[in-house]
């Protein structure tokens, strides 16, 4: 009898184990997007989200071939009610955001662009070249059509009630709180069909802005209403945005009942995460453990910039928090932040990365041996980037035997390095980034010429570096064995 009961039992115990590991499956739903992106034949489109929307560090989670057609495909699974907000790149142009729910399907048309100009010039930083897209037969129901129609509305009621007049600057009127309220009346009228929890969050944390902006009522009274007893909407775009804006620089400006001497004290100090924690729950906007964690995180974001607050303390609390919390999400917006605030730190290993010259030569990170790398990223367009190229030719001559001195061309077509190579020559090999813009990305080129310095054991010195012009010369003097005495023209 106890065999049969012993029997009974483990197979109940392997029946619910196999349940429990199938259970997360079975809510896995598949998603697909679909599209077309002429001008874009044979090229490659990546898909993004952001992580999280207090870092804003940037995922890939998926890569697709254009084919020769200019069409491309993307297959996700995602859970039950999960939406992911990302945007496309191809080559290095972005599109603007876009919705992905669980268990859809979309069908869509980038606009045609002719990617391959070779005679674009073309600044990342500097670009308002956006990819834009439409649906293809777009149901009004989707969340994306939701967003949009909202925000349509939303931009008008801003302009109607305020008078704005595009390109005029006008001195900000304030809104009564009637005002806002009528519009978000309007508003649930207006999309009472739509039966989409995002949405509806998305909606009503962009009128939780509204009110915030116009302070039509204290903090306490906005809290109340879109934070008191609510969950973290992690996910939704708006209500982060509204949650930073609500507690941006609360704890050292806008409180009145945090001592921030206290706070300083466990940062510079004595660093303390506990005490640090125990002195925010002193605000009553900060009694839910979940919200203060969320709101020092935020905080803690921006106070590593302050140059009254001790980085390395700082940077030890954030590793503590994360290490700690029961929270796993803040857990991982933790880790989010130590990366995108340390990850071109002095000491952190650069990325793979494979250059290739005219010749067919290639620099690779095993060509980072035996002595310091300082590498130029430019292009050939560009006159400041030949004025720097020239001025470390000169450099070259003083410091070759202590620095090794390459320049690498950011050009979209290769052809024009050869050229510009025609026309003008130096002393340090030069070499084309393959149109690697994953690399591109990773290395954060946003404008050039950029300047970077590093070790022979593949870490970066310097991500950022003085330009040739502007003092590289003399840190060089102060790092490195005094070069014999040479004449040199920096071009100053």
Not at 157 to 162: H, I
Not at 212 to 226: D, K, Q, S, V
Not at 254 to 266: E, T
Not at 389 to 408: H, P, Y
Request: hydrophobic share 40%; proline share 4%; aromatic share 14%.
């Amino acid at each position: 009898m106890g065999r049969i009961i012993k029997s009974t039992i483990m197979k109940t115990v392997i029946f619910l184990a196999i349940f429990f590991a199938i259970l997360p499956l079975s809510h896995a739903l598949k998603t697909k997007l679909e599209g077309v992106a002429p001008g874009a034949e044979n090229l490659k489109i990546r898909l993004y989200i952001w992580d999280d929307f207090i870092t804003y560090k940037e995922s890939l989670l998926l890569q697709s071939d254009i084919d020769k057609d200019g069409k491309f495909s993307f297959e996700i699974e995602l859970h039950r009610g999960e939406v992911l907000t990302g945007f496309f790149r191809i080559m290095n142009f972005q599109s603007p955001e876009i919705y992905i729910e669980a268990g859809k399907e979309y069908s869509l048309a980038i606009d045609t662009f002719d990617y391959k100009d070779p005679n674009r010039v073309f600044i990342p930083h500097m670009s308002n070249i956006e990819l834009k897209y439409k649906f293809i037969d777009e149901d009004s129901s989707d969340i994306n059509a939701l967003i949009k129609a909202f925000n349509i509305e939303f931009n008008s009621f801003f302009v109607k009630e305020l008078n704005l007049v595009p390109g005029v600057r006008q001195v900000a009127k304030r809104l009564p709180k009637s005002k806002i309220d009528s519009f978000e009346r309007a508003m649930n009228e207006k999309f009472k069909y739509a039966d989409n929890l995002f949405f509806s969050n998305y909606m009503k944390y962009a009128i939780a802005e509204m009110h915030l902006g116009f302070r039509t009522c204290g903090m306490e009274c906005i809290y109340g209403m879109y934070l008191y007893r609510k969950p973290i909407l992690y996910d939704n775009i708006q209500y982060m945005t509204f949650f930073s804006q609500f507690y941006q620089d609360f704890i050292f400006t806008v409180s009145k009942k945090i001592p921030g001497n206290a706070i300083m004290r466990n940062i510079n100090l004595y660093p303390n995460l506990n005490h640090i924690l125990d002195t925010l729950g002193k605000d009553t906007l900060l009694k839910n453990e979940l919200i203060r964690e969320a709101v020092l995180l935020l905080n803690m974001r921006d106070w590593y910039a302050n140059p009254y607050i001790n980085k390395k303390n700082l940077l030890k609390l954030m590793q503590d928090y994360a290490r700690t919390t029961k929270f796993d999400l803040q857990a991982r917006i933790a880790k989010n932040m130590i990366f995108m605030l340390t990850r071109f730190q002095e000491g952190k290993l650069v990325p793979e990365f494979h250059f290739e010259n005219i010749d067919g030569e290639v620099f690779t990170n095993d060509s980072l041996n035996s002595k310091p790398t300082y590498i130029m990223f430019f292009n050939t367009w560009s006159k400041p980037c030949l004025s720097e190229l020239q001025a470390m030719d000169q450099i070259e001559k003083l410091w070759g035997d202590s620095v090794r001195f390459v320049a690498v061309s950011m050009d979209q077509e290769p052809l024009k390095l050869y050229y510009f190579l025609d026309e003008h020559s130096f002393s340090f090999p030069v070499f084309h980034y393959g149109n690697n813009y994953l690399l591109e990305e990773e290395l954060s080129l946003r404008s050039f010429p950029h300047c970077m310095l590093i070790d022979e054991n593949e870490k970066y010195i310097m991500h950022t570096a003085y330009l040739p012009s502007e003092g590289i010369h003399e840190y060089f003097q102060k790092m490195y064995a005094p070069p014999e005495e040479k004449e040199i023209d920096l071009g100053n």
